[in-house]
């Protein structure tokens, strides 16, 4: 795909789409927004060439290969927590609606990560040896997410992002990889279980966004799937 503006109309929806998606009127997201209770637009077009990336700010598509779009991108996943925040909203007042959605983030989350520890990968800043949680990393981790889901990096980055379970899944894979590959920059995989690292980059691929032409060279994706691909096919 060497086309951004095509990136965008297949994964994502305009303002006006997403508001049909959801089942809600434009002034309805936009205060949904406003109010901090679903995520932000992962991208915003202003003009034929610029894009901003929540991720990875202001970009130029200097190749000019199609016209963009102007307009906010929201991915069409964040309808279903969406429609849970505007009825929330519509029951409470804002500031009870805000505390009610945070806490249905923070369970989610916590639950997810619980799951992810035991059979994933080892979050030493969030349980000990025996698995109890350590109360002081468990919030720094819900506090940095909680804003990265409401600025929208979620939302460009996951690739199924319906779910806290997905989001988290997502992230702790690329944790994982990470650790492993010293974030793709390791050459040396005589000693590793190439199988299981193979399988590993496999899930993570399963689970991140292809990334757009202007982001993807920049991207996790990039390092730590194909890179890491072909560091491992010579082996």
């Known amino acids: 795909m060497n086309s951004t503006q095509a990136y965008l109309d297949q994964y994502y929806l305009n303002q006006t789409q997403f508001a049909l998606r959801c089942e809600l009127s434009l002034q309805d997201i936009e205060e949904l927004v406003d109010a901090q209770l679903i995520p932000a637009p992962s991208y915003q077009i202003s003009d034929s060439r610029h894009c901003k990336s929540v991720v990875f700010g202001e970009l130029i598509d200097s190749d000019y290969v199609e016209e963009l779009k102007a307009g906010i991108y929201f991915h069409p996943a964040a309808a279903t927590w969406t429609r849970y925040a505007f009825t929330t909203l519509q029951r409470h007042p804002k500031d009870e609606a805000r505390a009610i959605v945070k806490r249905r983030f923070v369970e989610e989350f916590v639950r997810a990560l619980?799951?992810?520890?035991?059979?994933?990968?080892?979050?030493?800043?969030?349980?000990?040896?025996?698995?109890?949680?350590?109360?002081?990393?468990?919030?720094?981790?819900?506090?940095t997410n909680w804003q990265h889901f409401l600025?929208?990096?979620?939302?460009?980055?996951?690739?199924?992002?319906d779910s806290i379970a997905n989001i988290v899944h997502k992230e702790i894979l690329q944790e994982k990889l990470s650790a492993i590959t010293d974030n793709g920059k390791r050459v040396d995989y005589?000693?590793?279980?190439?199988?299981?690292?193979?399988?590993?980059?496999?899930?993570?691929?399963?689970?991140?966004?292809?990334?757009?032409?202007?982001?993807?060279?920049?991207?996790?994706?990039?390092?730590?799937?194909?890179?890491?691909?072909?560091?491992?096919?010579?082996?």
């Open 151 to 161: 600025n929208g990096i979620f939302s460009l980055c996951v690739a199924k992002p």
């Open 190 to 235: 005589q000693n590793e279980d190439l199988s299981a690292l193979k399988k590993l980059i496999d899930d993570y691929a399963n689970s991140t966004m292809p990334f757009s032409p202007l982001e993807y060279p920049r991207s996790s994706r990039k390092r730590l799937v194909e890179d890491l691909r072909k560091t491992l096919s010579v082996l």
């Open 114 to 143: 619980t799951i992810k520890n035991s059979n994933t990968y080892r979050l030493e800043d969030c349980f000990d040896a025996a698995g109890a949680a350590i109360a002081a990393g468990i919030a720094q981790r819900v506090n």
